[in-house]
């Protein structure tokens, strides 16, 4: 993707959703940081389905940790690999109230030194939480990042270099949200809808009928 087609490209998509929000469901940060967490390897859907009880009676590292592993292990259950995320966000909540007074600390480095938590989700929060214009590779938006030559990279780290190096200041903090839900439900893996896609003339994988001559 050409550097001068990167404004429209992102214009459109602002175009078509202006306010773009995280598909996981959370009422504060702490919510958000476990939904998270727990979304790792899963959909959102099915994080949604296990967090709109788990929140009900744990929506604070104090409540969760009183709620115990084995009640928390049984909310989560329909969730993939859910006694090892049960575990880590066991430890998250009590490190968060020996280290942060039970408050979600506004800090990368503070974040990924919870258990479970990696860049990606440290990302997700800083951004969605504290409106940090950070980028959150998931398989979304490394998929489409490469496929569309808006930032090519071998790692999910190359890929979240190169967005934040080519992506305009003014669509950074939400480009994330655009780019996974671009990914999600337009630029699928195994069969991208090019047909329907609104950024497709400024797409460098798109079919030539789908991608008109640039200016």
Not at 14 to 38: D, G, H, S, W
Not at 142 to 155: D, E
Not at 190 to 198: F, T, V
């Amino acid at each position: 993707m050409r550097k001068q087609d990167i404004s429209p490209f992102f214009a459109t998509l602002k175009a078509a959703n202006p306010q773009p929000e995280t598909e996981l469901e959370y009422t504060n940060t702490f919510e958000l940081l476990a939904a998270v967490l727990l979304s790792a390897q899963a959909t959102d859907v099915g994080v949604n389905k296990a967090t709109r009880r788990l929140f009900t009676v744990a929506n604070s590292p104090q409540r969760m940790l009183a709620l115990g592993l084995p009640a928390l292990t049984a909310h989560i259950r329909t969730i993939g690999l859910f006694r090892t995320k049960a575990q880590n966000l066991m430890e998250t909540c009590r490190l968060l109230i020996e280290r942060h007074d039970g408050i979600v600390p506004r800090s990368r480095d503070a974040l990924q030194a919870l258990p479970g938590v990696g860049r990606k989700t440290a990302n997700v929060v800083l951004n969605v939480a504290f409106g940090e214009p950070t980028m959150a590779v998931d398989t979304h938006i490394f998929r489409v990042a490469n496929r569309t030559g808006l930032a090519p990279g071998k790692t999910p780290l190359e890929v979240e270099l190169g967005l934040l190096e080519r992506v305009p200041a003014e669509y950074r903090v939400d480009a994330h949200h655009w780019l996974i839900l671009h990914g999600r439900y337009v630029c699928q893996a195994r069969r991208p809808l090019c047909a329907q896609c609104a950024v497709s003339r400024w797409c460098d994988s798109a079919a030539p009928e789908h991608s008109p001559t640039r200016p």
